[in-house]
C-alpha cells in the first residue's frame, strides 16, 4: 500500500511540474504576443494620424472654389472619373 501511495503521489508530483511548466511557458508565449500587437497598434495608430491629416488637407482644398481643377485633376488621376458628356480614349497600342 505504501509503494502504491508514493507512486500516485509521483505521478501528482510530475502532473503538477508538467502542469506548471505548460502555464508558465504560456504566459511567455501570451506575452510575446502582446508585444507584436501592441507595435502593430503603434504602427496603425501613426497610419492613422497620417491619413487623418491627409484627410484634412483635402478637404481644406475641396472646400476652396479657387482650386476646382485642382479637384478636377485629382478626381481624374486618383479615382479615374470624369465628366457625364466627356469620352475617354486609351491608347493600348503601347507605342508612346
Known amino acids: ?3 502504491k501511495k508514493s507512486k500516485s503521489s509521483r ?5 503538477m511540474i508538467a502542469l506548471i511548466c505548460y502555464v508558465v511557458v ?6 510575446a504576443d502582446i508585444s507584436s ?3 502593430q497598434l503603434a ?8 491619413q487623418e491629416l491627409e484627410n ?7 472646400r476652396q472654389d479657387s482650386d476646382f481643377d485642382y479637384i478636377v ?5 486618383k479615382l479615374g472619373l470624369a ?3 466627356e469620352h475617354i480614349f486609351y491608347d493600348v497600342s503601347g507605342n508612346e
Open 1 to 3: 500500500m505504501n509503494i
Open 11 to 15: 505521478i501528482m508530483t510530475v502532473a
Open 26 to 31: 504560456s504566459l511567455f508565449v501570451l506575452q
Open 37 to 39: 500587437y501592441r507595435r
Open 43 to 50: 504602427a496603425l495608430e501613426e497610419e492613422c494620424q497620417q
Open 56 to 62: 484634412q488637407e483635402l478637404d481644406e482644398i475641396a
Open 73 to 77: 485633376k485629382m478626381a481624374r488621376e
Open 83 to 85: 465628366f457625364p458628356d
